[in-house]
């Protein structure tokens, strides 16, 4: 079957099983995990920009994901005045004595001779200049964290609508991705999966530890929104009227009385359906900006040097390549897809919770979406990333399902059977590790290979 | 006088909360190191199950300790879970096998590259993990029975008459010794009997290896029978001194990692190693000073903050900066492994 015919049945297939969740659990239901397939696509094509195209192992996307979150509080919260005033001095004392020690530190490197005394030097500096920093830090946080300790504590963010946080996490994203990248990228492949997921790990400690920043394990809840609250639709005219149209074949088969209770019911329905369609179109054209600008980048003369790099590193890189720089080049942006992704991810939620970021769901998924997918084509990460997330969020009641039928035999009250009950949603964990290594071993370039174009 | 008590109390404060601690923590985390290590030297990948090959290895011991003690089988003073590593190991040892039977060896045979075998673990990572979760549940599970401690705290005190008091635990003491008795056995394994020396040989030069007549198979095999037997220990030792939770051996992955790769990866040694540097590291940078300084200082001069250089929670921050700053001074670590 050719890749085009494939990739349509494939999404048919999608198509059909949301279409099912749809019509089985509710539509509302089906519309969540739609969402989330988006955004876990938009994650799946950042991962396979840097393993696909140019075979850059990355196990940090956890780390990416988490900063891409902490930057839709720090755009869409209000700029809590107190805290600023109390710190700004000290704040940015801080921040030039840090700046500071890098740039010595990084000088005496380059300018001194090698030896005992260029280390020496860079310890001292470091030493001195980190003490420096918390000299002054130090109060400026115990002075941030001292004003409503139970309601904000933090500096708060910019005040912007929270969509301009998708851009804005991509950026910090990109920053944070140059700076492992010049630290890491000489590294082999697997000293550099090792590491990045050691960077994600330092990421997510920081976040909740750093309660100055975004509140740490207090979370910051309550997140504006780029889309319309469900309770200000139901007391809007034009959504009552609109739903009273749309249903207005049902509506007309009651009596007065129901027919209000009805209609009360439909506009509550339809209200909390009509935001997760406006979130949907938000998303799906984040999706379609990204998944073109990936095909169009795969297909340029840029997109056939990565391959080239990713295949042969030294003919590459004896064709003139600079490979170093390529491979921090794409480091970042599929970094700063990721934390799009992730931004995106924490406004949906509308909190920002440090403590949901744990590895197995946001770093060995992904990881599962691309490989399963199809590394090195833009619509298998697509793809694995809609398939996977449906699996991985329907598992949990089917194989509650599946137990109960299982265990059908078995009494009401039977320990085993409780136990079996209770902990069947972890055997997705093990379902997703079967469906990995299957593919892997029986169809390695995944679901919708790569196409290997012959020039 | 009284400055020689301080001093006393000083160190006795430091044993307490740093050497013994991180003396345990580092035998534990060098147990876990060198299966990852010899993975690596003989099967040349990053096994990224290691964590969760410890967790299914100490939850087979937890059940079987359970089913002990309702059966009133005990030690006496020492933990039940000392009889119930066997079943354990077997289990973990017949775990490993299978998957290396069902996923690695095509990979060998096909020849991947190291970074397949790596993606590879990652599936068998979330299978043995969603095993662990299924069985024992997510939950925190306590197993330690017998005596608590060797030296507790209250009779140091009453014994010598400082003010701190020295507590060692006997899962501390327990996790020493046998690590000090595994090791050796190992290197001895490792350096005198046949077998040993051929997974020397192969982990060194393959092609020479099998040149000279080593059967592949079996070094491989036995490369996985001593990884299982180290994985449960290490893992069923860290659950008597804390506790069981399987998340926490997914996050072990962490510091076992940088462990070997400090010391230098492929090098048993190095792991050893590797594993007291990190453990002394994160013990000691989240140590908060001010008690030492208060003893060891005149009054005037008594520090005000806690002198603690980072929070507790940033421990496993400091296993990965060591690592990375390893990576960038010495690639090879400390004892000069392979270059990944």
């Known amino acids: ?455 | 006088m009284e400055a020689v008590t301080d001093l006393v109390n000083a160190v006795v404060l430091l044993l307490n909360f740093v050497i013994v601690p991180g003396l345990s923590y580092g035998s534990q985390l060098a147990l876990g190191a060198l299966g990852i290590t010899l993975v690596f030297g003989i099967l040349r990948f990053a096994n990224f199950a290691h964590g969760d090959t410890m967790a299914f290895g100490t939850m087979i011991t937890v059940l079987v300790t359970w089913w002990l003690q309702s059966k009133g089988i005990s030690l006496g003073p020492l933990p039940t879970a000392l009889l119930a590593l066997p079943a354990g190991i077997l289990l973990t040892i017949a775990l490993v096998v299978i998957t290396d039977r069902s996923v690695y060896r095509y990979y060998r045979h096909a020849k991947a590259v190291p970074v397949t075998f790596m993606i590879a673990s990652m599936g068998v990572m979330f299978m043995s993990n969603g095993i662990v979760r299924f069985v024992i549940g997510p939950n925190d599970q306590r197993f330690l029975d017998g005596e608590r401690f060797i030296v507790s705290a209250r009779e140091f005190k009453a014994a010598t008459g400082l003010s701190e008091g020295l507590s060692i635990k006997l899962s501390q003491g327990l996790t020493i010794v046998i690590a000090i008795i595994l090791v050796a056995l190992l290197f001895w394994f490792l350096h005198k009997t046949r077998t040993g020396k051929a997974m020397r040989a192969y982990s060194d030069n393959e092609d020479l290896a099998l040149l000279s007549g080593v059967d592949p198979d079996r070094i491989v095999l036995v490369t996985w029978i001593i990884t299982a037997i180290l994985a449960t220990i290490a893992g069923t030792l860290y659950g008597l001194d804390k506790s069981f939770k399987p998340f926490t051996y997914l996050q072990l992955l962490l510091p076992m990692f940088a462990a070997a790769i400090v010391g230098g990866i492929g090098n048993p040694i190095g792991a050893i190693v590797g594993g007291y540097v990190i453990a002394f590291s994160e013990v000691m940078v989240t140590y908060a000073y001010k008690k030492v300084f208060v003893y060891l200082l005149p009054q005037s001069l008594e520090p005000e903050g806690l002198l603690q250089l980072l929070s507790t929670d940033y421990k496993f921050a400091v296993s990965f900066v060591i690592l990375v700053l390893v990576l960038l001074v010495r690639p090879t670590g400390i004892l000069r492994g392979k270059l990944l």
């Not at chain 1, 059909?16 to 519309?31: E, K, M, R, T």
């Not at chain 1, 935001?275 to 169009?296: D, E, I, P």
């Not at chain 1, 997330?389 to 320990?415: C, F, H, K, R, Y």
């Open chain 1, 1 to 455: 079957m050719s890749n085009d015919r494939k990739t349509w049945l494939a999404f048919g297939v999608i198509a059909v099983l949301l279409a099912i969740i749809g019509f089985a659990q509710s539509w509302n239901v089906s519309l969540g995990i739609l969402n989330l397939c988006i955004i876990s696509a938009v994650m799946a094509l950042g991962v396979n920009m840097q393993w696909g195209y140019a075979g850059l192992l990355n196990v940090g996307v956890m780390g990416f994901a988490a900063l891409g979150g902490v930057s839709a509080v720090l755009v869409s919260q209000a700029p809590i005045a107190e805290a600023w005033e109390a710190s700004w001095g000290r704040l940015l004392l801080a921040a030039i004595s840090f700046i500071a020690t890098i740039l010595v530190s990084v000088l005496c490197y380059r300018k001194l001779v090698p030896g005992r005394m260029r280390g020496l030097g860079i310890t001292l500096t470091i030493v001195v200049g980190l003490a420096l920093t918390r000299w002054s830090f130090d109060p400026a946080v115990a002075s941030i964290e001292a004003i409503e300790p139970a309601k904000t504590g933090f500096l708060g963010g910019m005040g912007l609508p929270i969509i301009f946080s998708w851009l804005f996490g991509g950026v910090v994203a990109a920053g944070i991705a140059w700076c492992i990248g010049k630290v890491a990228l000489g590294l082999r492949a697997d000293y550099l999966a090792i590491a990045t997921l050691g960077i994600s790990e330092i990421i997510i400690a920081v976040l909740k530890n750093e309660d100055w920043l975004a509140r740490g394990v207090k979370n910051v809840t309550g997140l504006s929104r780029p889309v319309p609250y469900e309770i200000d639709l139901q007391s809007s005219s034009w959504f009552i009227e609109a739903v009273r149209w749309w249903r207005s074949g049902a509506l007309a088969a009651a009596d007065d009385v129901a027919q209000q209770a009805m209609l009360k019911q439909f506009v509550i329905d339809a209200s909390s359906i009509f935001v997760k369609l406006c979130y949907t179109g938000l998303f799906a054209a984040v999706l379609a900006l990204v998944l073109l600008l990936s095909v169009k980048a795969l297909d340029s003369p840029w997109g056939r040097m990565m391959r080239a790099i990713r295949d042969n590193e030294i003919a590459a890189g004896a064709m003139g390549k600079d490979v170093t720089r390529r491979h921090l080049e794409i480091f970042i942006i599929g970094s700063a897809v990721i934390g799009i992704a992730g931004a995106m991810l924490t406004t949906l939620d509308g909190q920002f919770t440090p403590t949901s970021y744990q590895p197995l769901r946001f770093t060995f998924l992904i990881w599962v979406m691309v490989i399963v997918g199809g590394s090195g084509n833009n619509m298998g990460s697509v793809l694995g990333g809609f398939l996977i997330w449906i699996v991985w969020i329907e598992a949990e009641p089917v194989g509650v399902w599946l137990m109960q039928v299982g265990t059908g035999w078995l009494d009401e009250s039977n320990v085993l059977r409780l136990h079996l009950l209770e902990n069947a949603q972890h055997m997705r964990l093990f379902f997703m590790g079967l469906v990995l290594l299957l593919v892997m071993r029986f169809s390695p370039g995944g679901i919708l290979p790569e196409v290997v174009r012959k020039q």
